[in-house]
């Protein structure tokens, strides 16, 4: 069983930073993957960034990349999110997501077992 609580989330401007953090309970296997996804009202679960607990290899949807950056810390069970020159559209619910075998890849949603509550990030124009 994992435990998922994020913060950092907030209302900031355009074009400005947030970083968010995401404490896991429980134990991490070197199989896991730690994801974040996002979602706005209406929408389906979008997938952000995610990485393998095991070697660190990251993964980036394409709207994201070259702005944000996902870190884990294996020592401390965290994964966290820097958001850098946010946009509007980064409006949304951020989760954060255990997969313990990831059987649909690192970026599918269907493959995260574990969730957090999920924490909102608005981006003024």
């Known amino acids: 069983q994992v435990q998922l609580v994020e913060s950092g989330g907030g209302l900031v401007q355009a074009g400005t930073s947030l970083r968010l953090s995401c404490a896991a309970s429980?134990?991490?296997?070197?199989?896991?993957?730690m994801g974040w996804f996002r979602q706005e009202p209406g929408q389906e679960r979008e997938f952000v960034a995610s990485v393998t607990w095991r070697n660190n290899k990251k993964y980036y949807t394409d709207s994201v990349k070259g702005r944000f950056t996902i870190t884990r810390d294996a020592a401390k069970n965290t994964v966290d999110l820097q958001m850098n020159s946010l946009k509007p559209e980064d409006s949304a619910i951020y989760f954060c997501?255990?997969?313990?075998?990831?059987?649909?890849?690192?970026?599918?949603?269907?493959?995260?077992?574990?969730w957090g509550q999920g924490i909102q990030v608005t981006v003024s124009s």
């Open positions: 997501a255990t997969a313990t075998t990831a059987p649909w890849g690192p970026t599918n949603d269907r493959s995260f077992d574990y």
């Open positions: 429980g134990t991490i296997y070197s199989s896991y993957v």
